[in-house]
C-alpha cells in the first residue's frame, strides 16, 4: 500500500506547480526511480503561491454532501454513519483488468503526495485545501484503458440506512460524475485519500474521492465506489438536474455567470464574519496548465 503521509510535510516545502508537473519526466530519466518503486512521494506539492490553506475545522465542517443533508454542517454531522471499512471500486467499461478492486488492492503500488489546491464551489466561495492523494492516471494505467474509451464515469455509494439524504429526491441517486479522458489523465486530477496528512474524513468524501482544481466542486465526487471507462459522454448528476445551469465541463470561467449569480467573484471561507471577496481566476488559477485541453472549443456553450 502506498505511504500515508504524516504530519512532518510542512508548507514551508511547498514548491511551484510547474516543479511538480515534471515529475513523471524526473522518475523516467531515473532520478526518483528509487522513491516510486517505494510507493514514497517526492516532497513536492501544487501550491497556490501566496494562498495559505484552510483550516482543518473549516474544511471538515463548511461542506457539501447531499446525501447526507443540504445544510454546510449537516455532512460534518450526520456522516460518521458510514461505513469506510472494507472499501471495494467496481472498475469496468472499456478496461482491459475490471473487477472489483479493494480499497487496499487501488492503493497498492500508488505514490501518494500532497497538494494543495484552490477549490472553488460553484456556489461561489472557495478555499485553499491540502490534500493527499495519487494521480487518477496511474489507476487508469493500472486497469489498462482501451484504444476506443474517451471518458471517465464515476458513482458515489448508495446507502439509504447510512446517508438519510438520498431519503429526499434533492437528485437522481446514486450521484454520478465524468470527465473526459484527456481531463482524467491531466497530472493535475487526483483521486485524494487523506486531508492535512490524514485519512480524508467521511464528510469530505471517505475513502477516496475525485479531485479535479480547475473544475467547480461539485465535479469531484466523493465516496467513489464505480469507475467505468466508456466511448460516449457519461450522464452527471446536477446536468441531469438541470442542464441550463450545470453543464458537463463545469470549468471555472469567471466570464461565465451562473443563470442565477455572477461567477467573477468568490466568497473566501475563513476571512471572518464579513467575508472578504476576490476575483474569480480562469481555470480557478491553473488556466497554464489546462486551457490547451479546450483549445478551439467555445467555453460559453461548453460550459
Not at 447531499?66 to 467499461?93: C, R, V
Not at 456556489?123 to 476506443?148: H, Q, T, Y
Not at 485519512?199 to 479531485?211: E, F, K, S, T
Request: some cysteine; hydrophobic content about 35%; charged content about 25%.
Amino acid at each position: 500500500m502506498a505511504h500515508r503521509w504524516t504530519n512532518d510535510l510542512t508548507h514551508d516545502d511547498v514548491t511551484p506547480e510547474r516543479a511538480w508537473l515534471n515529475r513523471r519526466q524526473i522518475i523516467a530519466a531515473g532520478g526518483l526511480a528509487g522513491l516510486a518503486a517505494t510507493g514514497l512521494a517526492p516532497r513536492a506539492t501544487a501550491a497556490p503561491e501566496g494562498l495559505k490553506p484552510n483550516t482543518w475545522e473549516e474544511i471538515t465542517t463548511y461542506n457539501n454532501f447531499y446525501e447526507f443533508g443540504t445544510g454546510k454542517g449537516d455532512p460534518a454531522e450526520n456522516a460518521h454513519m458510514l461505513t469506510t471499512s472494507p472499501w471495494s471500486i467496481t472498475i469496468d467499461g472499456l478496461v482491459d483488468r475490471p473487477g472489483d478492486y479493494s480499497f487496499e488492492e487501488v492503493m497498492e503500488g500508488m505514490t501518494v503526495e500532497e497538494r494543495i489546491y484552490r477549490f472553488r464551489c460553484v456556489e461561489a466561495w472557495s478555499m485553499v485545501i491540502p490534500w493527499n492523494g495519487f494521480e487518477l492516471a496511474d489507476l487508469l494505467d493500472k486497469v489498462g484503458v482501451k484504444a476506443e474509451a474517451r471518458y471517465v464515469a464515476f458513482e458515489t455509494a448508495l446507502r439509504p440506512d447510512e446517508m438519510p439524504g438520498v431519503r429526499f429526491p434533492v437528485l437522481d441517486w446514486p450521484y454520478v460524475e465524468g470527465l473526459r479522458l484527456d481531463e482524467a489523465r491531466h497530472p493535475l486530477t487526483i483521486m485524494a485519500t487523506g486531508i492535512y496528512g490524514r485519512d480524508i474524513p467521511n464528510q469530505n468524501g471517505a475513502p477516496i474521492r475525485l479531485v479535479v482544481p480547475w473544475k467547480y466542486g461539485f465535479k469531484s465526487i466523493k465516496s467513489i465506489v464505480r469507475i467505468t471507462l466508456t466511448e460516449d459522454e457519461p450522464p452527471t448528476s446536477w446536468n441531469k438536474a438541470n442542464p441550463r445551469e450545470y453543464g458537463f465541463y463545469s470549468n471555472v470561467n469567471p466570464e461565465v455567470d451562473h443563470p442565477r449569480w455572477s461567477q467573477a467573484t468568490e466568497r473566501v471561507i475563513g476571512s471572518g464574519l464579513f467575508a472578504r471577496r476576490q476575483p474569480t481566476l480562469m481555470f480557478n488559477g491553473y488556466e497554464e496548465e489546462v486551457a490547451s485541453l479546450y483549445e478551439g472549443m467555445d467555453l460559453t456553450e461548453n460550459y
